[in-house]
């Protein structure tokens, strides 16, 4: 399964700028009016990484989130303290299905990963 993976990114994505693959020439991912993040903001071929670190930095935001959350809980009690780290995530939710870009994602991402641990 990975060499077919491979083969097709390679034959997709080609090996330089003339054989590159062009959205709206190359190929036409709109059905039924949707489309995808990845081909939105042009997310493959040489930009794949950012797809993975989108997760990444989710966790980064729970790795930080859990170190500032027992600050937190020992300040203002646990239960203020989970209310407000929700009211945080779900904020950060919102925010990131209605981000503009990557760069917006990037940053609710890691407040929702703050906000649930």
Not at 3 to 24: D, H, I, S
Not at 34 to 61: H, M, P, Q
Not at 88 to 115: K, T
Request: charged share 20%; net charge positive; glycine share 12%.
């Amino acid at each position: 399964k990975q060499w077919y993976q491979r083969r097709v990114r390679e034959n997709l994505c080609g090996k330089g700028e003339e054989t590159a693959l062009k959205v709206g020439q190359d190929f036409n991912w709109v059905m039924y009016g949707r489309t995808s993040f990845a081909v939105d903001w042009n997310l493959y071929c040489d930009k794949e990484f950012l797809r993975t670190l989108i997760s990444s930095i989710y966790f980064g935001g729970a790795f930080f989130g859990t170190s500032a959350g027992g600050i937190l809980f020992d300040t203002i009690g646990r239960k203020k303290g989970t209310l407000i780290g929700y009211i945080l995530a779900i904020i950060s939710c919102f925010c990131a299905a209605a981000s503009p870009n990557i760069d917006i994602l990037f940053v609710c991402r890691f407040f929702q990963g703050d906000g649930w641990h």
